[in-house]
């Protein structure tokens, strides 16, 4: 049937050769073609339940509802976090006799939409769960989109949801690009704008075909809050940057700030790095716990503006030694955003150049450490002493 044939048809209308080398040629090219839904042309923010709650009970209606008000109330909406993203378990373990998702009636007694029409009064958006599969990852079996995707997606739809993560549990073999392309079809379909988030954790290479089904895509399996998993996390998702771009990002999963055994410098790195990444920034803390030192991390507004600026580039690594690793992020004005990071056991001093991080040729430039606010003028020399683990962090502009 022709979903394949179309991807090939898209593939071949950007001129690029099929065969062996369209994935290495998309590794370095961007698409031409992405996803036209026009949404999430800046990495989506908000938050998801699963890294601090899993399946477990205090995963209701009450914590969706706690979270968006404390997204108003601690200044998080206003520093752009928007996304309100339930995971798996919302929902019964069957269908309905018509064959529709049912929410679960101890988590969700009054349903989604009511959930959506209360995020939605804060200003903010709802996000949902399910999987490209015959069940979700959960063991309890809750039901797939596989084989249902229309009806799943007219469902979300009239609950009012505004943003979808399909999974890849439960997937029967069947080709990952088949399955994505039926629910992005599916989604269309409906006519709201639905942020579409694939999470099939990187297995068929989705940064090849992704950027034309998704609005973004796991490169990755699941993250844990400690510091081996997130440095792993980090090598993989920072080789895929070319395809990054307005509407269509690479996901290095949700952030682990505030959870598990991160050290300071952990999360510092954590967030500065998932920032210059231009990943998703989909909080992963259970807010209503959270410590005034996690708000902070999470609201740093320097750090966030590099996430989100307009242009939409990946940072990428210019330079790599020995655990001492330089990444560098074009910005819609010409400034850069230069992170220094140290993955080994001690403080380390970190340099490199302006020149080397792209700046145009100037006789001074200003740099601005986006954690601790100092700037300073330099003649192109980016240097700082990086604690073990940590990142520095500057906005480097030439004069
Ligand atoms: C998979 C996903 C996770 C989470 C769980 C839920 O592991 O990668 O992000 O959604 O399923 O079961």
Same mark, same amino acid.
């Given at each position: 049937m022709p979903r394949p044939r179309r991807l090939i048809a898209a593939l071949a209308a950007t001129g690029l050769a099929l065969g062996g080398i369209v994935g290495s040629v998309l590794l370095t090219a961007p698409p031409a073609s992405a996803l036209a839904n026009g949404l999430a042309l800046t990495p989506p923010m908000g938050f998801n339940n699963w890294n601090s709650t899993q399946c477990r009970a205090d995963f209701n209606e009450s914590m969706v509802k706690g979270i968006a008000d404390i997204f108003v109330a601690r200044g998080l909406k206003a520093a752009g976090y928007q996304y309100v993203n339930l995971d798996d378990c919302w929902a019964e373990t069957t269908r309905d006799s018509s064959g529709h998702l049912v929410p679960s009636h101890t988590r969700f007694p009054h349903g989604i939409k009511a959930v959506a029409d209360y995020v939605h009064s804060k200003g903010l958006k709802l996000g949902i769960y399910t999987s490209a599969g015959t069940h979700t990852c959960n063991k309890a079996g809750f039901p797939g989109g596989l084989g249902h995707e229309q009806t799943d997606a007219n469902t979300f739809a009239s609950w009012g949801v505004d943003y979808l993560k399909y999974d890849n549990c439960n997937n029967q073999n069947v080709d990952a690009v088949k399955r994505y392309t039926a629910m992005r079809d599916a989604l269309k379909k409906t006519g709201r704008p639905i942020v579409y988030s694939i999470c099939e954790w990187g297995k068929n290479k989705p940064w090849n075909w992704a950027p034309n089904v998704g609005n973004l895509w796991r490169t990755t399996g699941d993250i844990s809050p400690n510091w081996t998993r997130m440095l792993s996390i980090i090598n993989a998702n920072s080789s895929? =940057? #070319?395809? =990054?771009?307005p509407g269509h990002w690479n996901d290095p999963d949700m952030l682990e700030i505030g959870n598990g055994s991160l050290s300071n410098a952990e999360q510092v790195t954590h967030f500065s790095l998932w920032a210059e990444m231009a990943a998703p920034l989909l909080i992963g803390t259970d807010l209503r716990k959270a410590s005034q030192h996690t708000f902070d991390i999470l609201s740093n507004r320097d750090v966030i503006a590099i996430d989100q600026d307009s242009l939409g580039k990946q940072g990428v690594i210019i330079s790599s030694s020995g655990g001492l690793v330089v990444f560098t992020k074009q910005l819609a004005n010409g400034d850069r955003a230069v992170a220094l990071f140290n993955e080994t056991g001690g403080t380390r001093t970190i340099s490199t150049t302006a020149a080397k991080a792209g700046?145009? #040729? =100037? #006789?001074s430039y200003t740099l601005k450490?986006?954690? #601790?606010k100092a700037t300073r003028t330099t003649s192109g020399a980016i240097s700082a002493s990086v604690p073990s683990h940590g990142t520095v962090i500057f906005r480097v502009s030439a004069n």
């Open positions: 895929h =940057a #070319s395809v =990054a771009g700046l145009k #040729s =100037a #006789s450490d986006l954690w #601790s």
